[in-house]
């Protein structure tokens, strides 16, 4: 049996298109007017998913940036430091060379001592380095001087007395781990025996007794130099690894960022040709409509 066709199908029809055309106008002029392909979860679902892994992928990089940077920050104040250290063991060393000359007489010996000692004050000051009001040179205990007066014994002279060798780590990468620091153990008390302020003090006392003795001092300094070094040559190659991590996080954050970019951003020039087209065929939809709605009696009785 045949479905008759009436006029009032004909009308409902004609409105269900029309209401379909005008969603798929809003839609584009919805994705011209925020610049996004999805206002909602429901527009596209896996779209959203995506872009929401790329986000959580996006702030990941973002916080291994900070780390890297806060790291490098650090690295940079330590190396800085140990080359101030360095030119105060040289300048040390020039000044032993000099006072074992046995020409010198006690007061030329003492002036020298002197001013060895000044510089063991300073290396001291070297030592309580702070970044940020943290001690670099503590290992983990970096809220307290490294270079300090004994708490039970304030009268006597201050030392080095920090003893924490512990490593500080950054997380830069989802499986990159970068030691910042430097333990001030390695540095000023290597030998576990009072290290580079143990040989200056030496030098010193030496050097104001009336009966000098040359007590192996500059082979002393030689080892401290030397190790001096390769501190150094150890923090240069964490430097360089810490500089190429952030390169890397630096073209791994473009990267994601256009494939967020190609999944949810729309193509406006397209959206505005989609929506100009859905225009047009809501004109002509609207001139067929008025033709195939049929004059009614009413028509004739105005």
Do not use: C
Request: no cysteine; net charge negative.
């Amino acid at each position: 049996m045949g479905f008759r066709v009436t006029q009032g199908i004909l009308n409902q029809n004609m409105l269900n298109n029309l209401q379909v055309n005008n969603r798929a106008m809003e839609k584009y002029q919805n994705q011209i007017t925020t610049g996004k392909k999805v206002t909602k979860p429901s527009d596209n679902p896996v779209t959203v998913v995506r872009g929401m892994t790329y986000r959580s992928s996006l702030n990941d990089i973002e916080q291994y940036k900070r780390n890297a940077d806060d790291g490098l920050a650090w690295m940079t104040t330590t190396d800085d430091a140990l080359n101030e250290v360095t030119s105060v063991m040289q300048r040390v060393r020039e000044l032993t060379v000099k006072g074992l000359n046995e020409t010198n007489d006690p007061s030329a010996r003492y002036a020298i001592a002197e001013e060895i000692n000044q510089l063991k004050e300073h290396l001291g000051e070297i030592a309580n380095s702070q970044i940020a009001g943290k001690y670099i040179f503590a290992g983990t205990d970096t809220k307290n001087p490294p270079y300090n007066v004994d708490p039970t014994a304030p009268g006597l002279p201050k030392e080095f007395r920090n003893t924490n060798h512990e490593s500080l780590e950054l997380q830069v990468g989802q499986t990159n781990i970068v030691q910042i620091n430097v333990p001030g153990t390695n540095v000023f008390n290597n030998d576990g025996l009072g290290g580079i302020f143990k040989v200056l003090s030496d030098i010193v006392s030496d050097f104001n007794s009336p009966n000098t003795g040359a007590s192996g001092h500059l082979d002393k300094l030689d080892s401290q130099i030397d190790n001096l070094l390769k501190e150094r040559s150890e923090l240069g190659a964490r430097v360089n690894r810490m500089e190429l991590s952030i390169s890397r996080l630096d073209g791994l954050e473009v990267s994601t960022t256009g494939l967020l970019s190609n999944e949810e951003d729309v193509d406006i020039s397209r959206a505005i040709i989609d929506l100009k087209s859905q225009e047009n065929v809501q004109r002509a939809a609207l001139s067929i409509g008025a033709r195939i709605i049929q004059t009614s009696l009413v028509d004739f009785l105005r």
